[in-house]
């Protein structure tokens, strides 16, 4: 049967109009069923901590359980191409930060473009670093540690956290920068290393402040320098390694994505009830408690969380070749 062409421009439009309605109702109603936070680092980590706090946050403000799934392995990887695989539905997030960053630098063949196969949420919080070492350590600041590294680099270790990890590769530029060349112990994820740095197996990691704290606290290690632009405000005490002639500024960030062609009214309905939840006192309170910088409104959007992304694979790019580092 022959439709004019008129005609059939008519119906087109309609079907265009009933699959944007269709599309529209759908995301009103979402969700209807549990959501997934995927974590791609082990339970325990300032990933599974931070996704297991905003996982209890956005079930209230979605009315949905949200259900947070540890799925570690290759810095973030096996997480993000579950994700990427994932249907473009809402019903299945991914925690990120600066491994998905790192990560197209460091590995060689990765199956997944990330700016190209996943796409942003909203960003959540940054926070810095911290340099903690073993209380055998007999150095009290960065100087005083390259001092020691220095005359002391043949039986030293140090601890990462995964290849490719934030910790893994802050490390790496740290060494880099102090000019020594100190024997790396791998782990899956800083609890583990914390473990060793404790017993005295390691003499220093780079760790995040929210998980380091009750260690420093107890005075099982000891903190010499936050990584930061400016000090920890509950680490007010602990000088940056900037302050301490060091030309070393790093931080950590998260954040949330999706599988890429999630329809639009989900990803901002997501991005809304995200901004709603870090405008709760309580959880801007939790969250500078552990040493976090809850992500300024005007930085959620999911526009700017893609661009600042980018700018963070550019920026890792060249310390990182430049210091040799990869895992393929």
């Known amino acids: 049967m022959n439709i004019p062409r008129r005609r059939f421009l008519s119906l087109a439009g309609v079907g265009a109009v009933f699959a944007a309605t269709a599309t529209i109702a759908k995301a009103q109603s979402y969700p209807v069923r549990p959501v997934h936070l995927i974590v791609g680092f082990p339970a325990g980590g300032p990933n ?184 920890s405000a509950v680490l007010a005490d602990v000088p940056t390694a900037r302050e301490q002639g060091l030309d070393f500024d790093v931080s950590t960030w998260q954040g949330l994505f999706l599988p890429k062609g999630v329809p639009e009214p989900i990803v901002h309905h997501l991005n809304q009830a995200l901004g709603k939840a870090l405008d709760m006192a309580s959880v801007r309170d939790r969250f500078e408690g552990l040493g976090e910088e809850i992500a300024a409104p005007e930085r959620r959007s999911p526009e700017y969380f893609a661009k600042f992304v980018a700018k963070e694979i550019e920026r890792w790019s060249g310390p990182i070749k430049a210091s040799g580092a990869s895992v393929d």
């Open 48 to 231: 599974d901590i931070l996704g297991r706090l905003m996982g209890q946050w956005l079930s209230g403000r979605l009315d949905q359980p949200v259900i947070v799934e540890n799925r570690p392995g290759a810095s973030g990887n096996i997480a993000t191409e579950a994700v990427v695989r994932a249907p473009a539905d809402g019903y299945m997030l991914l925690l990120v930060g600066p491994a998905n960053a790192i990560n197209p630098s460091i590995y060689d063949n990765l199956n997944h473009s990330f700016l190209r196969d996943i796409a942003p949420v909203a960003a959540i919080t940054r926070e810095p670093l911290i340099m903690l070492v073993h209380p055998s350590v007999p150095a009290k600041s960065v100087p005083e540690f390259i001092v020691y590294a220095k005359a002391n680099q043949a039986t030293m270790r140090w601890g990462s956290a995964g290849s490719g990890s934030a910790s893994h590769v802050s490390c790496i530029l740290f060494n880099a920068v102090l000019g020594v060349d100190v024997t790396m112990v791998p782990y899956r994820g800083l609890a583990p290393a914390m473990q060793d740095l404790i017993a005295g197996r390691i003499d220093y990691l780079c760790d995040s402040v929210s998980t380091s704290m009750p260690q420093i606290e107890s005075k099982s290690v000891k903190a010499i320098a936050t990584t930061g632009s400016k000090r």
